[in-house]
């Protein structure tokens, strides 16, 4: 019997950045030396103090039901750190705590879209903002952004804005290019939104991880007026190395806010009570927190640093300097040979001749490119930099 999977779910995508880490590990575990470039999460560990503080939350039996909306101990260490790392000024009642950035986004988009309406996307994209459009019976408007290096302007969403239109999705610092979208020109496009009457969500998952002279920005310092339209979408997932304890948070409106809260109380009901707990505890210990979060910081510029500049000299491959993130994408378009027609020809070549697995750009709405993540450590970069520079140098000058 074939299962009659709902129509909903049927339409969904699996995600191509799961599915290459899959190949990965499948390949890894028939004893082949891999090298993976695909991994989205930090390759560090979450701080000691942290996972401290998590056991410190078991040991006081924080250990039941909290509100929907998280503990309320969370929520004003969400709102209180807020205001003293930004200068923003948000109530506990625009706070709500999420399993992680992707229940946030989840939470904010079927809160407010229905079916029909315009969603617009900046692309390329985060491969999870198309499918919870889809899944709530709304189009997904996709904006071009190569003609600005992948940066979204206010010019480009006042182009794309129609009455159909009801939220655009914007992701800064931005997964897969690395780009950041500077405050001002976020600013503005803020307001093209608010003017128009359309819905902004911005997902600042890799908020802190930004590589001066690029700035961190949030857009929960903007003023009333303009955040009346702002759902942001956080996660302690990248920057505190904190992947697998599944918490974030979104800061919206408190109507939309309540919207999120009734829906999260008919699904996950919150994130886990002790992780909350952890949360807002290390919140409240800013100095420390940011100290974890400048440490890691400081090993991903390094990686960078030397990364762009190897992966340039390599035969075909094109590679702008990420100002944010922690992902290089190569544009590989020029790549030289009759067999690599697409960029996932490229990503498969250099899985099966270099055993080295990078996420292909299509999936993000950007076919020519490949994603390669830096989360990972110095000498597995450079045996995949030397690894593919025999390849390319080597082989594609034949083929
Ligand atoms: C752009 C972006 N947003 C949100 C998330 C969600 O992260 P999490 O649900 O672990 O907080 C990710 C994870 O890869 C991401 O890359």
Redesign the pocket.
């Known amino acids: 019997m074939t299962f009659p999977v709902s129509e909903n779910v049927a339409k969904m995508h699996t995600s191509s950045?799961l599915k290459a880490g899959q190949i990965a590990a499948d390949l890894r575990e028939r004893g082949f030396d891999i090298i993976d470039l695909t991994v989205?999460?930090p390759d560090f560990t979450t701080p000691e103090f942290i996972k401290d503080l998590a056991i410190e939350g078991l040991h006081k039996n924080i250990t039941k039901y909290t509100p929907s909306a998280g503990l309320k101990s969370f929520t004003e260490a969400v709102a209180h750190f807020y205001a003293e790392q930004f200068g923003a000024n948000i109530s506990t009642k625009e706070v709500a705590a999420s399993?992680?950035?992707?229940?946030?986004?989840f939470n904010a988009v079927c809160t407010l879209v229905n079916r029909g309406d315009d969603v617009l996307i900046p692309k390329p994209y985060?491969v999870?903002f198309p499918e919870i459009v889809n899944f709530c019976g709304a189009n997904s408007v996709f904006i071009e952004t190569e003609k600005t290096d992948f940066i979204l302007t206010a010019e480009q969403v006042r182009e794309a804005i129609t009455d159909q239109t009801k939220l655009l999705i914007v992701?800064s610092p931005?997964?897969p290019t690395g780009a950041v979208i500077a405050s001002d020109e976020m600013r503005k496009i803020i307001e093209v939104c608010a003017e128009k009457g359309v819905y902004v969500l911005t997902?600042e998952?890799?908020l802190f991880f930004v590589y001066p002279p690029s700035e961190v920005f949030t857009s929960a310092v903007l003023p009333e007026d303009l955040r009346k339209f702002v759902c942001v979408?956080g996660?302690?997932?990248?920057t505190y190395a904190m992947?697998g304890w599944?918490?974030?948070y979104t800061i919206a409106p408190e109507e939309w806010t309540n919207a999120i809260v009734k829906l999260q109380s008919h699904s996950a009901t919150h994130p886990t009570s002790f992780v909350q707990y952890a949360c807002a505890r290390a919140m409240e210990r800013r100095a420390e927190s940011m100290a974890a979060v400048s440490e890691m910081l400081a090993e991903y510029k390094k990686r960078r640093d030397w990364l762009i500049p190897e992966l340039r000299k390599i035969n075909g491959f094109r590679c702008a300097m990420p100002e944010g993130?922690f992902y290089a994408f190569v544009d590989v378009r020029e790549m030289p040979g009759e067999k690599f027609k697409v960029s996932a020809d490229v990503a498969d070549y250099l899985l099966n001749e270099a055993h080295t697995v990078v996420t292909d750009g299509a999936g993000f709405g950007a076919n020519g490119f490949l994603r390669l993540s830096y989360a990972t450590s110095m000498e597995n970069l450079e045996k995949a930099v030397e690894r593919m520079r025999n390849l390319f140098e080597s082989k594609t000058r034949t083929v």
Request: charge should be positive; proline fraction near 0%.
């Open positions: 950045t989205g999460e399993c992680g950035g992707k229940q946030a986004l985060w999870t992701n931005n997964n997902d998952c890799y979408a996660s302690f997932s990248k992947t599944r918490i974030g993130a």
